[in-house]
């Protein structure tokens, strides 16, 4: 099946750095891909679309500037956490869809933690 | 907006039947997931439903009332291994985006 690679996996960083976690599509073309975050024992959040070459669709509430999403080609989409904080400590997933995006893969997700 | 509901929690028997609801209200409804995740892992797929009624994979089946916007993930012979949460997840609108619900846990126990 598709398999889509996020890393790095597990991020620990000061207050005030950015962070960037890749999500890759290894095996097909990700005509788009969606950014989620997840607190503990709660589900997904999506926070933005991300269709390549085109700019982000964010969802109400999520900070585009603090959070960047790049989509350059059809395999790898970015997202930097700008000068995070501890409050933007979490659990971030990446999925991303092949065509009619009936079928989402998703990345093994990025656990930050900011110190 | 769209709007999904399924119970926070349910507990059930190894070796029995789980039947787990989602409702909900959207517009541009094209489709609708279901996934497990186990705590600090991604979802994994289950089964994805297009049109009104049962479909049946294995020891998990999905139904889904599109009229009604209602769907379940029925769960037999239920296993320890099954104890996780079990995302409801909506596809709509032209960008073909995915709303999860907020996630049923499920404890299986001996």
């Known amino acids: 099946g598709a398999v889509v690679s996020q890393h790095p996996s597990r991020v620990i960083c000061k207050s005030g750095t950015s962070v960037k976690i890749e999500c890759r599509s290894l095996?097909?073309?990700?005509?788009?891909m969606f950014w989620y975050r997840q607190f503990p024992k709660q589900s997904l959040m999506l926070m933005a679309t991300?269709?390549?070459?085109?700019?982000?669709?964010?969802e109400q509430g999520v900070e585009k500037d603090k959070f960047l999403i790049n989509h350059a080609s059809l395999t790898l989409s970015t997202l930097t956490v700008t000068s995070a904080h501890p409050e933007d400590s979490s659990f971030y997933i990446c999925s991303a869809s092949e065509g009619s995006g009936e079928k989402l893969f998703f990345g093994s997700g990025t656990q930050l933690s900011v110190l | 907006g769209q709007n999904i509901d399924q119970p926070t929690e349910m507990t059930a028997t190894e070796g029995a039947i789980v039947q787990i609801n989602c409702t909900y209200q959207t517009s541009g409804f094209n489709g609708l997931f279901w996934y497990q995740q186990h705590a600090g892992e991604a979802p994994t797929f289950l089964s994805y439903?297009?049109?009104?009624g049962l479909e049946e994979k294995g020891r998990f089946s999905s139904f889904l009332s599109r009229s009604k916007g209602y769907s379940y993930l029925l769960l037999k012979e239920l296993q320890m291994k099954d104890s996780a949460s079990y995302l409801c997840?909506?596809?709509?609108?032209?960008?073909?985006?995915?709303?999860f619900g907020t996630g049923t846990k499920l404890q299986v126990i001996p």
């Open positions: 997840a909506v596809l709509s609108g032209g960008y073909q985006k995915v709303t």
């Open positions: 439903n297009v049109l009104d």
């Open positions: 095996d097909f073309q990700a005509t788009t």
């Open positions: 991300s269709n390549e070459g085109s700019k982000a669709t964010y």
